[in-house]
């Protein structure tokens, strides 16, 4: 009976990494994809203003969820894959026929007045311009009712979390997230709100944790993978010190535009980064004097992929540096609460005969089959 223990915790961790393997094929969702919806609000001295909605206009159109959770359901799913099929001279005017739906849940106000905004532009690329499907830019516009001194923003549920981004003439920039449904307090038109000094990290730190979890798999299956080698907190303190560091070198060299990678080449290194260091688990027990070397150096991709999500979002300039660090702080406690968490899971048995044989390779193996399915996906081999 002593030997049985092995045999049930192996299946249990494989179902375990098999699950999270089996949700991002049957989604097909990028292990980038960013849960916000970024939305740029101009506002022009001649009382007009422009918003410009980045989306996934296809997921709207099928009904999905932000996370896209509901493309298991086989009629949404065919729904959804068959609109990712069209072009966008096809795909526009589907969505301008399901626009009174979409613009009647925005929540923009000026002062009490809600607003209705008119379609501009509708921009949507070429099919396969992304892995996950094309994000469109819905551009709306309108009139600032007269007397306003304040708006506000509320984007629905059912839509997701959204990151305002507000742009005032010969003003900083002013970003702030909000989760799923939660409508902004009032926001002063003419002047940029003086806020709070802790809200700004906390709303950075908000989308650097959640960008680990529950968003970032392919980040969670890396740090598992660090994990794996040695639960001892020694090796892991090297491990994340080394990747920490680099990250948070790239990810401020790739905000203030002095290193630019594209995606294209960024994302398969990242997953080809998951595969390196689950398999070197497989052939060795011990961290190596050259495992924190190259956990450095994929940490420089990693910070890159980070510094792409925060361009998008965008930094107030008076804010940059501490909306900068907290981003990164959030980022560490989403790897330190992965790492929690598996150590939670396989505590009892650390320091077991059986646990390399039971638990390291299986889970290693799973992860290592993961990235070399992404790392195939994003260099176009299989679709």
């Known amino acids: 009976m002593k030997h049985a223990r092995p045999f049930l915790i192996g299946p249990v961790l494989i179902f375990l990494t098999a699950m999270f393997v089996l949700t991002s094929l049957v989604t097909k969702a990028s292990a980038h994809e960013v849960a916000p919806t970024i939305v740029t609000l101009k506002l022009s001295d001649d009382q007009t203003y422009a918003l410009t909605?980045?989306?996934?206009?296809?997921?709207?159109?099928?009904?999905?969820?932000?996370?896209?959770?509901?493309?298991?359901?086989?009629?949404?799913?065919?729904?959804?894959?068959?609109?990712?099929?069209?072009?966008?001279?096809?795909?526009?005017?589907?969505?301008?026929?399901?626009?009174?739906?979409?613009?009647?849940?925005?929540?923009l106000t000026f002062g009490d007045t809600p607003v209705d905004p008119v379609i501009e532009a509708i921009d949507i690329p070429p099919i396969g311009d992304t892995d996950l499907a094309r994000e469109s830019a819905i551009t709306l516009s309108g009139k600032i009712p007269e007397g306003s001194k304040t708006l506000s923003w509320a984007y629905p549920e059912k839509f997701g979390a959204s990151v305002l981004r507000i742009e005032r003439e010969g003003q900083d920039l002013q970003a702030q997230f909000f989760a799923a449904g939660v409508q902004s307090d009032a926001i002063a038109l003419g002047i940029a709100e003086q806020r709070n000094w802790w809200e700004t990290p906390i709303e950075y730190g908000v989308v650097g944790f959640t960008h680990i979890l529950p968003k970032g798999l392919d980040h969670i299956l890396f740090v598992l993978g660090l994990f794996l080698l040695s639960t001892s907190w020694r090796p892991l303190v090297w491990q994340v010190?080394?990747?920490?560091?680099?990250?948070?070198?790239?990810?401020?060299?790739?905000?203030y535009g002095i290193v630019s990678i594209s995606p294209t080449i960024v994302e398969p290194l990242i997953a080809l980064s998951i595969v390196y260091v689950a398999v070197e688990n497989l052939f060795t027990k011990t961290l190596h004097a050259w495992r924190p070397v190259i956990v450095f150096a994929f940490g420089l991709l990693h910070g890159l992929g980070f510094a792409g999500i925060l361009t998008e979002i965008g930094l107030p300039r008076s804010?940059?540096?501490?909306?900068?660090?907290?981003?990164?702080?959030?980022?560490?406690?989403?790897?330190?609460?992965?790492?929690?968490?598996?150590?939670?899971?396989?505590?009892?048995?650390?320091?077991?005969?059986?646990?390399?044989?039971?638990?390291?390779?299986?889970?290693?193996?799973?992860?290592?089959?993961?990235?070399?399915?992404?790392?195939?996906?994003?260099?176009?081999?299989?679709?």
């Open 53 to 107: 909605v980045k989306t996934n206009i296809e997921a709207l159109l099928a009904k999905i969820g932000p996370q896209h959770e509901d493309t298991e359901d086989a009629p949404t799913s065919q729904i959804y894959n068959t609109l990712r099929q069209l072009p966008p001279t096809d795909l526009e005017p589907r969505f301008r026929s399901f626009t009174g739906d979409y613009l009647g849940n925005i929540g």
């Open 319 to 383: 804010d940059f540096v501490l909306g900068l660090v907290a981003f990164n702080v959030g980022v560490e406690l989403g790897q330190l609460a992965v790492i929690g968490l598996a150590f939670l899971l396989v505590w009892r048995w650390v320091g077991k005969l059986w646990y390399r044989k039971a638990i390291v390779i299986p889970a290693s193996l799973a992860i290592a089959a993961m990235g070399a399915w992404w790392f195939a996906e994003r260099t176009g081999m299989i679709s």
């Open 241 to 255: 010190t080394a990747f920490t560091i680099a990250h948070s070198v790239t990810l401020a060299l790739g905000l």
